[in-house]
C-alpha cells in the first residue's frame, strides 16, 4: 500500500529530527568517542562490561532488545515495513 504525500505538512519530526539528532551527537556519542580513545574508563561500554557479566541472563536479554530495536529500525526506515 502507498501513500501520496504530496500537499500535507511537514510533521514534527521532519522539524525537530536534526535537532535531536545533533544533540544526541554531541551530548553522547563526543564524549564517549573521547573517553575511549583517551583510555579514561569512565564511558557507558565499560560500565555495561562491569555491570553486566557476559553471558547472564540480563546479558542475553540486553542483547536481544538490542537486537530487536536495530532490526525494527533497518526494516522501518529502509525498506517501509512495520508501519
Known sequence: MKMDITG???TW???????WLCTVV???LAPEIFALYTNAGN??????WRSLRPNSAVWYLSLGVWVTLTSWLVFHFWFRRFR
Open 13 to 19: 519530526g521532519g522539524t525537530y529530527w536534526p535537532y
Open 26 to 28: 554531541v551530548t553522547f
Open 43 to 48: 564511558t557507558l561500554s565499560d560500565f555495561i
Open 8 to 10: 500535507h505538512d511537514i
